[in-house]
């Protein structure tokens, strides 16, 4: 976790407004809003890593309500157009949704079926998917 972590900063994009990482109040707030725990890998990324702008692809984030990435809207979205409801989003790309079950396990879900590659856990998932964006 933590080599991604510092991988994910050496090439973090600088941008005019950053991102801001949560407070762990912010995530008990997410958690209250999607009525579901936050698996412990993807509470890890969101306090320590979700102001990293890298690539085309934009993980959730927890810190502002407003932001399109915001891990309750996003899953909120996902689940309107049916992803089952024990998945949380993790990213959005188009209309498919990388999202991750209790256990961490990472899926690709999309119209209404999850593909059959999995990520064994969010870290996985952030150096074969993310960082290769």
């Known amino acids: 976790m933590h080599d ?3 991988r994910l900063r050496e090439l973090s994009e600088t941008v ?3 991102l801001t990482l949560p407070t ?3 995530l008990v707030q ?3 809003e999607i009525l579901i725990p936050l698996p412990a890998e993807l509470k890890e990324y969101l306090l320590y890593a979700s102001d990293v702008i890298y690539g085309t692809i934009e993980p959730v984030t927890a810190s502002d309500p407003y932001s399109h990435t915001y891990l309750p ?3 909120a979205y996902a ?5 089952p409801r024990e998945y949380i989003a993790v990213c959005q790309q188009g209309s498919h949704f990388y999202c991750i079950d209790q256990e961490g396990q990472v899926m690709l879900w999309s119209e209404d079926e ?3 590659e999995t990520w064994e856990s969010f870290w996985q998932w952030a150096e074969e998917v993310w960082l290769q964006s």
């Open 16 to 18: 005019p407004v950053p």
């Open 24 to 26: 762990f109040d912010q």
């Open 4 to 6: 991604i972590i510092e």
């Open 79 to 83: 689940w309107s157009i049916g992803m």
């Open 114 to 116: 999850l593909e059959s």
């Open 30 to 32: 997410v958690e209250e």
């Open 73 to 75: 809207e996003v899953t």
